[in-house]
Nanobody, 128 residues
Framework: QVQLVESGGGLVQAGGSLRLSCAAS????????MGWFRQAPGKEREFAAT????????SYADSVKGRFTISRDNAKNTVYLQMNSLKPEDTAVYYCAADSISDIRLRLGVTPRHFAYWGQGTQVTVSS
């Protein structure tokens, strides 16, 4: 059974940083592309970042590009999202996702429907 467990969320002031982690189990981690999505109250879940199986290819939403960095450690079955220069509009529940997605598909762009496996989410709140 695939399990994804996020951690690292919390309350931070604007301009601050947080590092989210997602620990995966029940899957061959190195064979799965990983993604971070977020969902603010009253809004649809949206793409934030993805990373290929090897970690050699990453993609970001325009809204987070230059501030967020996605990375993975295949030895630890963990994916990370380093979030810097946080803004109040980054406030959302952040979800980790996994699926067997090709590098080409990642480069073309993904939506939540491309991912079969999801974590329970971790709340990030940025105060102004």
């Amino acid at each position: 059974q695939v399990q994804l467990v996020e951690s690292g969320g919390g309350l931070v002031q604007a301009g601050g940083s947080l590092r989210l982690s997602c620990a995966a189990s029940g899957l061959t981690f190195s064979r799965f592309a990983m993604g971070w999505f977020r969902q603010a109250p009253g809004k649809e879940r949206e793409f934030a970042a993805t990373i290929s199986t090897s970690g050699g290819s990453t993609s970001y939403a325009d809204s987070v590009k230059g501030r967020f960095t996605i990375s993975r450690d295949n030895a630890k079955n963990t994916v990370y999202l380093q979030m810097n220069s946080l803004k109040p509009e980054d406030t959302a529940v952040y979800y980790c996702a996994a699926d067997s997605i090709s590098d080409i598909r990642l480069r073309l762009g993904v939506t939540p429907r491309h991912f079969a496996y999801w974590g329970q989410g971790t709340q990030v709140t940025v105060s102004s």
